[in-house]
Every structure is written in structure tokens, then in C-alpha cells.
Antibody, heavy 118, light 107 residues
Framework: QVQLVESGGGVVQPGRSLRLSCEASGFTFSNFGIHWVRQAPGEGLECVAVIWYDGGNIYYADSVKGRFTISRDNSINTVYLQMSSLRVDDTAMYYC???????????WGQGTLVIVSS | DIQMTQSPSSLSASVGDRVIITCRANQSVSSYLNWYQQKPGKAPKLLIYAASSLQSGVPSRFSGSRFGTDFTLTISSLQTEDFATYYCQQSYSNPFTFGPGTKVDIK
């Protein structure tokens, strides 16, 4: 079945780096864009980065621009989110979600939790 | 970035009630508007896409409409499993943005 699985979350100190992975299965990965969406505890949803199916277009939210980098490896069906200069307010559950090009996000992974704390 | 608002922020309703949630964009998003349901501890789930198209597998009691830059999500007869938080999301321009959410709980 169509599935996305995130990994790489954990507890990290402010200013440090972390790399998240989103591994896909059950569909032709190279045909789809992937978004990273985060949700701080008790808060709403924020799209932080998106990469198109071929990596040709990439967008970031202003809150992470210059600190986060999204990339993909279509040979292993995986999207990455490299997070640098992490701040306490980056603490959140990070989800990846598939975008077929129409902008609807489906499905979503189960999420990976990032906690930035000293 | 396009800003999305939702009203109400929360509501209490009973099983069988008709529930309407409104979402507004601060500029035109055409019909690039999607609705999601999220239950505690779970990832969001797509309900409605392109303002009014029902995602496969979603019960027909859910429907969406567009009125210019205003959008509505209607649950025609609320069921127990519908108690959750609902988010609208514009997919007109990147990065996509979400409304702040509407929490539907039991009256």
C-alpha cells in the first residue's frame, strides 16, 4: 500500500543539526512532490519545505529559509530534510506528505518528533 | 505567503447535528483549497480537495463549497468518529499554508 515513513527525529541542543528522512513505498516515487509539514505541540500545521517530483523546484517557509534544506534521492525513494541552526521553536512533530501535483496532500506519514532543548 | 483564517476556532455539537466550518483566504486561491481532519496523536487526513471534491473513501456526509475567497466544510450529520480538529489549506502557491484549525467536540 502507499506509505510514507519518517525517521531521524530526536532531542537536540539549540544551534545543532539534524537530518530527517521520509521513505516512500507503494507508488512511483519519482512522479510525486513531497512536502514536510510540522506541528508544534498543541499548535496548528505549517508547511516548511516542498520538493517537486524531479527536484527541479524547491520552496521553503520564511521561518526556516537559510537553515533547512530539502533534497531527494529517487533511486531509494527517499526525501531528506537537513535542519541546521536549530532553535527551540523548531520543536515539533514533522510529517512528510505526498503531493501528486494538484496540491492535495495524501497520504501523510506518521511523523517524527524533534525536540530542541538545552 | 497567503494567509488563511477559519471560524469558529472551536464548536460543541451533538451527534446528528449539521456542522459548518468556514475558511477564508486573504487573496484569491481559485479553487485550490483542501480540507483535512486530524485526531489527537494522528497525522492529518485529506477529506476534500479542489474546494468541493470528495477524497476517495471519505463518507458522503462531508462536503465542501466555494464562495469567492470564502470556503465551507459541511458535515451533514455529525457522527461520533467526526469529533476532531479540521484544517483548511491553500494549494494555490508555495509554500502551502493552513488555517489555524477548528476543533469540534462533544456538546
Amino acid at each position: 500500500q502507499v506509505q510514507l515513513v519518517e525517521s531521524g527525529g530526536g532531542v537536540v541542543q539549540p544551534g545543532r543539526s539534524l537530518r530527517l528522512s521520509c521513505e516512500a513505498s507503494g507508488f512511483t516515487f519519482s512522479n510525486f512532490g513531497i512536502h514536510w509539514v510540522r506541528q508544534a505541540p498543541g499548535e496548528g500545521l505549517e508547511c516548511v519545505a516542498v520538493i517537486w517530483y524531479d527536484g527541479g523546484n524547491i520552496y521553503y517557509a520564511d521561518s526556516v529559509k537559510g537553515r533547512f534544506t530539502i533534497s531527494r534521492d529517487n533511486s531509494i525513494n527517499t526525501v531528506y530534510l537537513q535542519m541546521s541552526s536549530l532553535r527551540v521553536d523548531d520543536t515539533a512533530m514533522y510529517y512528510c506528505a505526498r503531493d501528486e501535483g494538484t496540491g492535495k496532500l495524501d497520504p501523510w506519514g506518521q511523523g517524527t518528533l524533534v525536540i530542541v532543548s538545552s | 505567503d497567503i494567509q488563511m483564517t477559519q471560524s469558529p476556532s472551536s464548536l460543541s455539537a451533538s451527534v446528528g447535528d449539521r456542522v459548518i466550518i468556514t475558511c477564508r483566504a486573504n487573496q484569491s486561491v481559485s479553487s485550490y483549497l483542501n480540507w483535512y481532519q486530524q485526531k489527537p496523536g494522528k497525522a492529518p487526513k485529506l477529506l476534500i480537495y479542489a474546494a468541493s471534491s470528495l477524497q476517495s473513501g471519505v463518507p458522503s456526509r462531508f462536503s465542501g463549497s466555494r464562495f469567492g475567497t470564502d470556503f465551507t466544510l459541511t458535515i451533514s450529520s455529525l457522527q461520533t468518529e467526526d469529533f476532531a480538529t479540521y484544517y483548511c489549506q491553500q494549494s494555490y502557491s508555495n509554500p502551502f499554508t493552513f488555517g489555524p484549525g477548528t476543533k469540534v467536540d462533544i456538546k
